[in-house]
């Protein structure tokens, strides 16, 4: 409902200006606050409304609905179509909140994520949603993508200590990179195993064990194979490169050397006629 000065009250009942910027009505004096807060503070009604772009600005989805944890009072994770972008019309995804970085100046969500990556992330049928949200598909959903769980976080509330930089909302706690230990393994004999360990290291400098979410990749199961758990057990004689990667981070290669059992040597003919 259009009021004086161009001011006029939403559906959500917040008063805002033609340009959509809030503004603060007191004693007949109109105050218009910058635009990045009006867009900073949104009703979950209206976030259906905006779209979800690439760090480039091209189209890629489009936000369906979002889930919410009642227990610590914030979103869970947010269901996203991606039509025109992966050509799938019958899947949405779950990602997790952190993943979408909100743009106050084009409000606009934006993903930076590859179209591979995308391909591989796990969807469901868009007329198939459960109707009951289980952990576990939260915990699988996180896991997925490499994000740190917001309920294993030192603050009992789960949050994330989100920053506005530059006029877009980066939320903390993702993983941007992945150490493999050890970085310089020794030699290892032809039919043995050595455990190794990946390490992911997130956007607010914390670090976590992530062995058992990453997927392990020798470069040779010839010459080695990695199990779930980061065992390697030497199949050949030879070096492989061994990686831990979760979408869209993948650690730096490490060599794996495997060696031949040693012989002994037979025993001088003086030292043989002496035993």
Request: proline fraction near 6%.
């Amino acid at each position: 409902m259009e009021t004086k000065n161009g001011i006029y009250t939403d559906n959500e009942g917040v008063v805002v200006g033609k340009n959509d910027e809030v503004v603060t009505v007191d004693d007949n004096k109109v105050t218009k606050n910058p635009m990045n807060q009006a867009t900073r503070f949104i009703p979950t009604s209206r976030l259906k409304r905006y779209d979800v772009v690439n760090k480039k600005g091209q189209d890629m989805g489009q936000v369906q609905t979002f889930v919410v944890d009642m227990v610590v009072g914030r979103i869970a994770f947010v269901v996203v179509s991606f039509e025109g972008f992966l050509g799938i019309s019958d899947k949405w995804f779950a990602m997790p909140w952190e993943m979408l970085n909100w743009s106050t100046d084009n409000k606009k969500f934006v993903l930076d994520m590859s179209k591979e990556t995308l391909e591989k992330a796990p969807g469901m049928d868009k007329n198939n949603w459960p109707d009951n949200i289980d952990f576990p598909m939260v915990v699988r959903t996180y896991n997925h993508f490499g994000v740190a769980p917001y309920w294993e976080s030192t603050n009992p509330e789960g949050e994330t200590g989100a920053e506005v930089i530059s006029g877009v909302v980066t939320p903390g706690s993702v993983l941007s990179s992945i150490a493999i230990t050890p970085a310089m393994p020794a030699n290892i004999v032809l039919g043995s195993d050595m455990q190794f360990t990946a390490i992911g290291t997130y956007s607010d400098r914390s670090t976590a064990d992530i062995t058992s979410k990453v997927t392990w990749t020798s470069s040779n199961n010839a010459i080695a194979t990695l199990s779930s758990m980061g065992l390697a057990t030497s199949t050949g004689i030879g070096v492989t490169n061994l990686t831990a990667s979760m979408p869209g981070v993948i650690s730096p290669s490490v060599s794996f050397r495997t060696i031949a059992k040693p012989t002994s040597s037979p025993l001088p003919e003086k030292e043989m006629a002496s035993v």
